[in-house]
């Protein structure tokens, strides 16, 4: 899956989204998540790291670095 997102876009995360904290520059799919949590309400992200293939991309919510599955989040 081609990621369209560049470091710096800011993007919109809605309500119900898995955030997934794992070593950074990992793929969530091949480690341990460290911490998994939900967003209980549509937030503000920056995106902070995205590849150029993959199904995740980094973003920075809330004071914290997260991955985040590309379909989840929308550009604004």
Do not use: F
Not at 18 to 47: A, K, M, Y
């Amino acid at each position: 899956m081609k990621c369209s997102y560049q470091i710096g876009d800011l993007v919109h995360i809605p309500q119900s989204v898995d955030l997934i904290n794992c070593t950074r520059g990992h793929d969530p799919q091949l480690t341990i998540p460290l911490r998994v949590e939900q967003t209980n309400s549509p937030q503000l992200g920056v995106i902070v790291a995205a590849p150029p293939t993959g199904a995740y991309v980094r973003v920075y919510c809330d004071g914290e670095e997260w991955s985040v599955k590309n379909s989840s989040v929308y550009k604004i």
